[in-house]
């Protein structure tokens, strides 16, 4: 039996199920879009291994990631193509030859970055992945630049986001009257998350 949203979005954001809210979302590094070494450490708390050699990476990497603090002021959801590029632009660091095979992929940086701008910039793992790729729609290979695939996941993203405007309303509403205030990018990566075996 399928789950209705409501209860697959209050169950993840319940701290009583050991899920990635509220240790990952709300953590507090130094409360503003400027990225410090503390937000390098987070993805740890979403599911992703940082280790010294991953977290010293990352560190070489941050001037580049930094820019996250000047994206616009706009979600996802209401995104032009030029935000699009802003959004996707931070990711071409990984494309850089020397950065290629060393730990870091797009999954860690997503899980950086993302709680910085929770409105705009998505959090990208296998799950979203398999959810909005299809054989020949929308392929990550290493023959493609990551800000190109980045393009592209907002680009789909931001048309479910509009597309199911009324619902996100609804359910961004119910998290933030049952106390747990999280964006509606937030929302769709939870319920990618939680039922991405129906995507089989």
């Not at 070494?37 to 993805?43: Q, S």
Request: charged share 25%.
């Amino acid at each position: 039996m399928v789950e209705h949203p409501d209860q697959v979005l209050l169950d993840y954001l319940d701290v009583r199920n050991g899920y990635a809210y509220p240790a990952y979302d709300r953590l507090i590094t130094n409360g503003s879009a400027q990225l410090v070494d503390g937000d390098l450490l987070a993805p740890a708390l979403i599911g992703v291994h940082i280790d010294a050699g991953r977290f010293s990476l990352l560190r070489e990497m941050l001037p580049a990631l930094e820019a996250v603090a000047d994206l616009p002021g706009v979600p996802l959801h209401e995104a032009d193509e030029d935000h699009v590029l802003c959004v996707a632009g931070l990711f071409g660091i990984l494309d850089e030859p020397r950065y290629a095979g060393r730990g870091v992929r797009g999954t860690v940086v997503s899980k950086v970055l993302h709680r910085k701008r929770p409105d705009l910039v998505p959090l990208y793992d296998s799950r979203i992945f398999e959810a909005y790729t299809a054989p020949g729609a929308l392929p990550r290979s290493t023959d493609r630049a990551w800000a190109d695939f980045i393009a592209d996941l907002c680009r789909q993203m931001r048309d479910d986001l509009q597309a199911e405007s009324e619902a996100f309303d609804v359910l961004e509403q119910l998290a933030a009257e049952e106390g747990f205030p999280v964006t509606r990018l937030r929302i769709l990566d939870i319920l990618v998350w939680r039922t991405a075996d129906l995507w089989h």
